[in-house]
């Protein structure tokens, strides 16, 4: 009897201890392996390359997109996807958005986001939006969930903050295994505006366009915040004088004044360049390219963004010819160096006017004909890194 009953209690205790064995294998499962393929994903959080192509990107986004058009957008959205190379609102060229692109190794159907710095508003969306959970955005949920809404670089409220954390890039990337498959990458990066100087209209700077042509003054053609890290300059005199506008004194386009303007920076640095467009659509109809251009004509966008309301916006589409003042102070540098009949031209002619163009002559802007080879020239306009100015 005894022996019986010492067999039933190590029955009993090998039960017990194969279901705690059991137990502790089932726990052991059911914690380890989901953190192991929360490790495996998380790997492809945030690598060292992936981080590398973000800061790339978003220098390459200050300096080629369309900010103005980002910032009035994610005024009332939370995100807005920059992923389409061809979407004119976003970029200004679209093959070097996609050179850039493929370099980083974003594939078409990755993509790129960008949100406010702080990211409640955005991480609350990507909850909820069927988006969100399919395809290279699978496990995008996630990876957001991992990324801070803290606001502790953005403070708007103190003007001495040079280092504004404004927005945030986020971007997937397919990236090349040395077996032939790929591996999906999420990275996220900071966008930090406020850290450039600002320029204000008016202001002269220091600039060598060329290596070989020696420091030039510039005025700063429009005023240019801290937010933006190119300036746009004009030069603070002619190069050039005694020219037509165009070669016959018909043709609808300004040869000439081109043709100089070309030869006359020719030797400026493209590296050290950013011309503000590749071409200017006249309000005359007819077309300049600036294709291999250094620098551009003065245009009446620039007019009117000097002028703010202050003038009607059909005033260059206008047959009457009536000069705008420029005595205003903070107007004068427009004219610097021009008296009497001195002047220099600008890109368009007057429409409906086969013979007179647009100029700026001693401290206005006037229709001139466009035969006038007197004491008219041209001045240069560029758009350049305000890290060339430092």
């Known amino acids: 009897m005894k022996l019986s009953n010492k067999k039933g209690f190590i029955l009993v205790e090998t ?17 380890l392996v989901p953190s192991i393929g929360e490790y495996e994903a998380m790997t492809s959080y945030d690598d060292i390359d992936s981080v590398y192509a973000a800061n790339v990107y978003k220098q390459s986004l200050l300096r080629y997109g369309n900010m103005d058009y980002i910032d009035s957008y994610l005024t009332s959205h939370t995100y807005l996807d920059i992923t389409n190379c061809d979407d004119s609102n976003i970029y200004k060229n679209s093959d070097y958005c996609k050179k850039i692109k493929r370099a980083l190794s974003i594939l078409e159907d990755d993509y790129i986001f960008i949100t406010n710095y702080n990211i409640s508003d955005f991480r609350a969306e990507v909850k909820q939006d069927e988006f969100f959970d399919s395809g290279k955005l699978s496990n995008f949920k996630n990876y957001v969930a991992t990324v801070s809404d803290t606001d502790s670089f953005y403070d708007e409220t103190n003007p001495d903050n040079t280092i ?13 295994n040395p077996d032939q498959t790929t591996s999906l990458k999420y990275t996220n990066l900071g966008i930090y505006t406020g850290s450039y100087k600002r320029y204000n209209m008016g202001e002269t700077v220091t600039f060598a366009p060329g290596t070989s042509t020696g420091e ?43 043709a100089m303007l070309k030869n006359n920076t020719d ?6 360049l950013f011309t503000a467009a590749d071409q200017y659509v006249s309000l005359n109809g007819y077309t300049i390219s600036y294709d291999g251009y250094r620098a551009r004509l003065l245009e009446p966008s620039d007019i009117y963004a000097i002028f703010g309301n202050r003038i009607d916006e059909n005033y ?19 004219s610097n160096q021009l008296t009497g009949a001195n002047g220099y031209w600008m890109a368009n002619m007057v429409p ?7 100029t700026v002559q001693d401290q206005k802007l006037v229709p001139t004909l466009i035969n006038n080879g007197s004491n008219i020239g041209v001045r240069p306009v560029i758009t350049v890194s305000k890290e060339k100015l430092k």
């Open 15 to 31: 039960l017990v201890v194969t279901l705690f064995v059991t137990t502790l294998f089932i726990l052991v499962y059911q914690n």
């Open 316 to 334: 260059f589409d206008s047959n009457s010819l009536f000069p705008i003042s420029f005595q205003d102070d903070s107007l004068r540098f427009l």
């Open 267 to 272: 030797s400026w640095d493209q590296a050290n």
């Open 352 to 358: 409906g006017s086969t013979e007179m163009a647009w």
């Open 216 to 258: 030039m003054t510039f005025y700063v053609l429009k005023n240019s915040p801290s937010t933006e890290s190119t300036v746009t300059l004009i030069l603070d005199r002619n190069i050039g004088t005694a020219t037509t506008f165009n070669s016959t004194g018909t043709t609808a386009s300004p040869d000439t004044a081109l």
């Open 164 to 176: 504004v954390g404004k927005y945030r890039l986020f971007m997937t990337r397919t990236v090349a």
